[in-house]
């Protein structure tokens, strides 16, 4: 887990941090407990710091916000996620993953 967050917080390619999302929104999705260590790693700040970095990268966004959704299972990172302005970032992400009619 700590690779994959380091690689998202380092990298700047937009489909390496697409697969980096994809990755920990599947580590986080079995809710088995490694969404609790999530923090310490700086989990919810490299995907949110990905999302903004890539703000018209869709997949990106999407992945983004399945990862944050998992994390979200455990009241430390919602909390964390709504501090650092994660809900602004998902409203926008929705907005390139849902194209306009």
């Keep these: 887990m700590r690779a994959v967050v ?3 917080k380092t990298q700047k390619n937009a489909q390496l941090r697409e697969h980096c999302c994809a990755t920990l929104c599947f580590l986080y999705s079995d809710h088995v407990g490694g969404e609790r260590g999530a923090a310490s790693a700086g989990a919810v700040e ?14 990106v966004q999407l992945h983004g916000c399945g990862a944050l959704a998992n994390l979200c299972v455990v009241n430390e990172n919602r ?23």
């Excluded at 490299?46 to 997949?59: P, S």
């Excluded at 996620?81 to 809900?87: L, P, R, S």
């Design 6 to 8: 380091n690689a998202l």
């Design 46 to 59: 490299a995907i949110l710091g990905a999302m903004r970095a890539q703000a018209k990268h869709a997949r």
């Design 79 to 101: 909390s964390r996620v709504v501090k650092m302005g994660g809900i602004k970032s998902i409203i926008e992400a929705i907005k390139v993953i849902v194209p306009k009619p």
